[in-house]
């Protein structure tokens, strides 16, 4: 099972996702159905929707870089010591916490519908959050693979 604690300190995202706790329940529920390890144990992660004034502090203190960014993803575990937890059965894990901005993914691409740039945002945070990085083209490549396995099964 996977749960998200949803925060949102900005209103301007009720424009979008009305219910954004229950718009990534519903999600959630087709990633369990269709990937294994989210049906083994029970993950958990915070997700924090937010704008560019509070991306861009977090980004600065956490970071060392003063600007904004579309997403930031603070995993909990490594992934070497996620990965011996996750062949576990049934133990509570806290995955880590997801930043989003909106003012970034509103204008990702103009042609895409905005659900659609927040699914393809969040789904980032969380491979980011399972452990992966993408700092070499290899690492980039596996990464995305799994990002698009996981985006197939929540759209």
Do not use: A
């Given at each position: 099972m996977i749960k998200a604690d949803v925060l949102v300190n900005n209103k301007a995202w009720k424009k979008h996702i009305s219910n954004?706790?229950?718009?990534?329940?519903?999600?959630?529920?087709?990633?369990?159905?269709?990937?294994?390890?989210?049906?083994?144990?029970?993950?958990?992660?915070?997700?924090?929707?937010?704008?560019?004034?509070e991306v861009k502090k977090l980004n600065k203190k956490f970071r060392k870089k003063n600007k904004t960014t579309d997403i930031l993803s603070f995993p909990f575990h490594q992934k070497k010591f996620l990965s011996k937890l996750l062949k576990k059965n049934k133990i509570k894990i806290y995955l880590g916490d997801i930043i989003i901005n909106l003012n970034k993914i509103k204008y990702l691409k103009k042609n895409e519908n905005f659900p659609l740039n927040f699914d393809k945002i969040w789904v980032h945070g969380l491979v980011?959050?399972?452990?992966?990085?993408?700092?070499?083209?290899?690492?980039?490549?596996?990464?995305?693979?799994?990002?698009?396995?996981?985006?197939?099964?929540v759209i």
């Open positions: 954004p706790s229950s718009y990534l329940k519903n999600k959630l529920k087709k990633l369990e159905k269709k990937i294994n390890i989210f049906k083994k144990n029970k993950l958990n992660f915070t997700l924090l929707l937010s704008g560019n004034n980011h959050l399972l452990g992966y990085r993408h700092k070499s083209n290899f690492d980039y490549f596996i990464m995305k693979k799994l990002e698009n396995k996981l985006l197939q099964s």
